[in-house]
């Protein structure tokens, strides 16, 4: 069973557009959610992350958004850069995890000049 | 500092043969992890390491699969009698402590190749 969903996997946005990534999650223990960015052959990086007690987060380009009853999250990157093409993962967790991480298939970014 | 390291980077291997992958923490961080990332999917969490012991090892598939971490410190996961379902990027990750709310850091992965 797949806890954590990401249901798109490519988007292509023009340099300097918005770029929103989904992810949906099936599991109510979830309590903390994180993006992670990963390049080809290197593992993947952390990007930011929000709580369940939270329903926005904000890092300078990127924002976490946290819609709990719909157990729907999203990431918005505004301006997009070229630099921002990579798989984009969507992971969860909560309850007694012990940060085991929950993550969805990934979806590939690519931003074009 | 360094991040987390894995050796070898690749590692092709016949079905049938057994295989050790590599994973170095980062200095100091007591919580280790596992992953297993096949080809189009996210990472699956294979086990968690508190120092030396697992303290959750609930994604190992089956019992080819072995992990050990003697000295707090380097862990190896080992594969025994592969099969080409085990062809997949393995991917390490550490944090300074265990728990939900502490950043794990991954390393680059080990792609193994089951001929």
């Known amino acids: 069973d797949q806890q954590v969903k990401q249901n798109s996997p490519s988007l292509s946005v023009q340099e300097g557009r918005i770029s929103i990534l989904n992810c949906d999650y099936t599991?109510?223990?979830?309590?903390?959610f994180l993006w992670y960015k990963k390049y080809p052959a290197e593992g993947p990086t952390f990007l930011i992350s929000?709580?369940?007690?939270?329903d926005k987060n904000e890092d300078g380009r990127f924002t976490v958004f946290l819609n709990k009853s719909a157990k729907h999250l999203s990431l918005h990157i505004v301006p997009s850069q070229p630099g921002d093409s990579a798989v984009y993962f969507c992971?969860?967790?909560?309850?007694?995890?012990?940060?085991?991480?929950?993550f969805g298939q990934g979806t590939i970014l690519t931003v074009h000049p | 500092g360094a991040g987390v390291s894995q050796t070898p980077s690749n590692k092709v291997t016949e079905k049938g043969k057994y295989v050790e992958l590599r994973c170095d923490p980062i200095?100091?961080?007591?919580?280790l992890y596992w992953y297993r990332q096949s080809l189009g999917q996210g990472p699956e969490f294979l086990i968690y390491?508190?120092?030396?012991?697992?303290?959750?090892d609930s994604g190992l598939p089956n019992d080819r699969f072995f992990a050990v971490r003697p000295e707090g410190s380097v862990s190896t996961l080992k594969i025994q009698r592969t099969e080409r379902g085990d062809s997949a990027v393995y991917l390490c990750a550490s944090s300074s402590l265990g728990g939900n709310y502490n950043e794990q850091f991954f390393g680059p992965g080990t792609r193994l190749t089951v001929l």
């Open positions: 390491f508190q120092g030396t012991g697992a303290a959750d």
């Open positions: 599991n109510s223990m979830f309590d903390y």
């Open positions: 929000i709580s369940s007690i939270k």
């Open positions: 992971a969860a967790i909560g309850g007694t995890s012990y940060g085991k991480l929950t």
């Open positions: 200095s100091g961080h007591t919580a």
